[in-house]
């Protein structure tokens, strides 16, 4: 068995029965209304009063367990511009539905998959920032708030081939690494104005998969407790706390990147900790200046700058049986597997989905019946 390196793992999926208008690319006709009411009338599988819609992944990661959860708000909010990419633009109610919602498929999860050893379980969320070009290659599908929950079976991550680890979806362009090693310091700094009792920090590197050696150089927290600290509310708001301490950090590097004598961000969570650690770091500012001089000089380079804030944030089950989270900038790619050194390579193979998709559908059935059970929406 080979570890310790990103592995390529091949997804089989059905045919998609749409087919994208002349003059559409497909990610332009997968963000439209009319592809989003096909998508909960046929892979639907649950819906809440808020409009969280559980459905099955039709061009999924993993055929083990794969769905996912939406705040589908695409049959009253037209502009895909205008819909909630991220929790902290959630009510208190979406908010705190998603939060359940997350935890009880988890719970199942576990339940399901008891041996860290064979099985990997993570959840997670890949956002994108409004300024994301439609028609690039790769990116969103659907552009709205979505949280995806997936196992693999460690068999096949251990027998998987290597990954091309120069793939821009491991590597972000070169972006991804900008938080996890040149602002490594200043990011950890910055992060423990987070007033933390359900997660711990973890040193660097603690928690990374033997399969594939990721995540690499991310701030991580382990949960205390494990599934019971998971069981508890005040988790979900501290995964919330990790998420707008992110956003901090994200928004206050690339104004000092686009307007270096402009003021600090409006709408900050953590002012304080913005002026005093980052705003007055010299290598913080030396690092905006660096990646200001080479968008002036690399225009290409310069297009894959995402100026709003894009992230990825993951739950995972380590080795050792640990759920960590960790979160990280998304530049480029937006699979959440790619972040545990996972990339998925998708292929339309009818037969071998078909092979699957019973075992597969069992346990979508089981976990949407679990939410019906909680009061947690009615099933589609």
């Known amino acids: 068995m080979n570890t310790g390196f990103p592995r390529q793992v091949v997804t089989p999926h059905r045919q998609i029965p749409l087919d994208v208008p002349d003059g559409m690319t497909a990610v332009e006709f997968f963000n439209s209304a009319a592809n989003l009411r096909n998508l ?13 819609l559980l459905y099955r992944k039709a061009i999924g990661h993993s055929v083990e367990f794969d769905t996912s959860v939406i705040l589908d708000t695409s049959q009253r909010i037209l502009d895909p511009l205008g819909r909630p990419v991220r929790r902290d633009q ?47 290659p790769g990116v969103p599908t659907i552009r709205m708030i979505h949280n995806h929950f997936i196992v693999f079976p460690m068999e096949t991550l251990n027998t998987a081939p290597a990954a091309d680890p120069d793939n821009p979806n491991l590597t972000d362009g070169g972006h991804n690494s900008l938080f996890s090693s040149r602002l490594s310091a200043v990011y950890h700094e910055f992060l423990d104005v987070l007033k933390l009792e359900v997660l711990s920090p973890m040193e660097t590197g603690v928690g990374a998969l033997a399969a594939t050696g990721y995540p690499q150089g991310l701030p991580s927290w382990v949960v205390k ?16 706390d990790v998420l707008k301490g992110f956003l901090d950090f994200y928004r206050t590097f690339f104004t000092l990147v686009a307007q270096p004598e402009g003021s600090m961000p409006e709408g900050l969570y953590f002012p304080d900790q ?32 995402r100026w709003r804030p894009a992230y990825k944030q993951v739950i995972y089950r380590d080795d050792e049986g640990r759920y960590i989270v960790t979160i990280s900038q998304n530049s480029i790619g937006n699979a959440i597997t790619e972040l545990l050194g996972i990339v998925v390579q998708r292929t339309t193979d009818e037969d071998a989905y078909a092979q699957a998709e019973p075992a597969l559908m069992a346990k979508l059935h089981a976990v949407r019946d679990r939410l019906v059970k909680a009061g947690l929406g009615e099933a589609l």
């Open 274 to 305: 913005v002026e005093n650690v980052l705003l007055f770091n010299n290598h913080f500012h030396a690092v905006a200046k660096d990646i200001r001089d080479r968008i002036k000089a690399d225009p290409q380079w310069a297009n894959e700058i």
């Open 90 to 136: 959630l009510s208190e109610r979406e908010g705190h539905v998603f939060s359940r919602m997350s935890h009880t498929i988890i719970d199942y999860m576990a339940e399901q998959y008891p041996d860290p050893g064979e099985a990997l379980i993570m959840c997670g969320e890949a956002s994108l920032d409004a300024t994301w070009p439609l028609s690039k």
């Open 40 to 52: 909960s009338d046929d892979n639907g599988l649950l819906r809440t009063p808020e409009d969280l």
């Open 225 to 240: 407790g494990g599934l019971d600290g998971l069981a508890k509310a005040k988790f979900w708001k501290e995964y919330d």
